[in-house]
């Protein structure tokens, strides 16, 4: 669809994107496989679907999760935006 993306996942990312998430079917069939095995994993998706998982986080947060995992939810899109090609690699939020 658009420019393959790489993003490397933790195990507890991986059950954040599946409960608070709403990945398409390719890349929910991924996360599904990695909530199998201990990590870390290798999500593999694109420019197009990326940003809209991350949206997916942003609708999430607002409408609340457990604070014990808000920091979570940063480091994905640290992750995310690093991937997309938005972040410099030399700043963190």
């Known amino acids: ?16 994107l599946l409960e608070y998430g709403y990945p398409f ?4 069939k991924q ?3 990695f909530a199998i095995r ?3 994993h290798l999500l ?3 420019d197009f679907y990326l940003p809209r998982l991350s949206g997916d986080l942003v609708y999430s947060l607002k409408n ?3 604070e014990s995992i808000a920091e979570e939810f940063d480091e994905l899109w640290y992750k ?3 991937a ?3 972040a410099p690699l030399h700043m963190r939020w």
Not at 1 to 16: F, Y
Not at 25 to 28: A, F, I, K, L, V
């Open 64 to 66: 609340g999760v457990d």
């Open 31 to 33: 996360l599904k496989e």
């Open 84 to 86: 997309i090609g938005v």
């Open 80 to 82: 995310f935006d690093i």
């Open 38 to 40: 201990k990590g870390p």
């Open 25 to 28: 079917e390719r890349e929910e």
């Open 44 to 46: 593999k998706t694109c």
């Open 1 to 16: 669809m658009g420019k393959d993306l790489e993003v490397e996942l933790t195990d507890l990312q991986v059950a954040i």
